[in-house]
């Protein structure tokens, strides 16, 4: 078997879809992207791939190490979300060819299903009271919010209060045994990040998620000794190197590399297997697409350690289109009591209603993130 060929599709709300085909019939599919970023990954899918026509889809491994090695610059947001794609795609043939899906070819499950959680609120959080209530009352057992607005390095205490009046009112509204996890978005610096994780700690939060950004995780060693809710971080982390630093140094407790942006399944169940090492747990990023989500819970079946796993059904992003538009059997994604199965078709499991990926991207998006600022108007992270 020989791969012949490959589209591109650049489809609403903000995702892009890979489609690799093979000279025996068979495709597979992926998701390289990065949110803000897809004309981009886009075009180095097209430089990488010229690497792959004719060659054989099976040698994963191979092909991984290839794309990855030999390009001499190799890492960051935009290569590796590329090759997440492309090492889908490759996973979603040879799954397809055997008639198996993915989790038995990387050993097998060791969990049928896993914990999933609802996002809440938007970029701005308000009024989540009352949408986390909603949530748990649809059967979601853990919900994340975003914890802040903007924060500069040292802010108002007034800043502080809200946040924890916000997360105050999500916890009165779902009781004590829902999980809240706490999303600083990478949008605090430390300073301040030091205030809040000691302030939240009455409200039991299942995790803070990147409470500095990936490029300052050396201030988590002072974060932790601030605090014992456990820290969360990763989506903005791109491969085992970024995250070998980040286990070593033993300050945090829940990694969370995205599948779409860090190397794919290959990658992906390496760091899961490293993080298992430090006895840390895995909660992959995922506020993408179908192809995404699927690719998620075949390493989640694979991996100990794997613990809740994120999802994009009804996030404050799907405007045009939501999780379950681009594939033809919706009850794949079936979510009951706040778990949802391991995929048990052939491949990723999933069967994408190609016609109407061709209609969407056809229109196509151009979803860029916002851009913030500081009363001084001096940029703020978003």
Partial sequence: MK???YELFQVPPRWLFLKIETD???????EPVIEGRAHTVKAAVEELME???????????????????????????????ALSGIDQALWDIKGKYYNAPIYQLLGGACRDSIKIYSWIGGDRP??????????????????????????????????????VERVASVREAVGKGVGIGIDFHGRVHKPMAKVLAKELEPYRPMFLEEP???????????????????????????????FKNLLSDGYVDVIQPDISHAGGITETKKIASMAEAYDVALA??????????????????????????????GIHYNK????????KDRSVFDYENGFVKIPQGPGLGIEIDEEYVRKRAKEG??????????????IAEW
């Avoid at 030999?70 to 979300?81: A, E, K, Q, T, V």
């Fill in 126 to 163: 308000s009024d989540v009271g009352q949408a986390a209530k909603e949530a748990v009352n649809t059967g979601f057992q853990a919900i994340k919010m975003n914890g802040t607005e903007e924060v500069q390095y040292l802010d108002s205490y007034e800043k502080i209060d809200e946040t």
């Fill in 24 to 30: 025996e019939g068979i495709a597979g599919w992926g």
């Fill in 212 to 242: 500095v950004l990936a490029e300052n995780n050396e201030g988590l060693r002072e974060i932790a000794q601030h605090t014992h809710i456990p820290i969360a971080t990763g989506e903005r982390m791109f491969s085992r190197w970024d």
């Fill in 51 to 81: 690497n792959l026509i004719g060659k054989d889809p099976f040698r994963i491994e191979d092909h991984w190490n290839m794309l990855y090695r030999s390009g001499f610059y190799r890492g960051g947001p935009i290569l590796m979300s």
């Fill in 3 to 5: 791969i012949r060929s």
């Fill in 320 to 327: 045009d289109n939501d999780l379950l538009d681009y594939i």
């Fill in 284 to 313: 992959p990023h995922c506020p993408l697409g179908p192809i995404a989500l699927a690719s998620c819970l075949h390493v989640d079946a694979t991996s100990h350690n794997a613990t809740i796993q994120e999802q994009s059904l």
């Fill in 365 to 378: 998006h151009n979803w860029h993130n916002p851009i913030w600022r500081h009363d001084d108007n001096s």
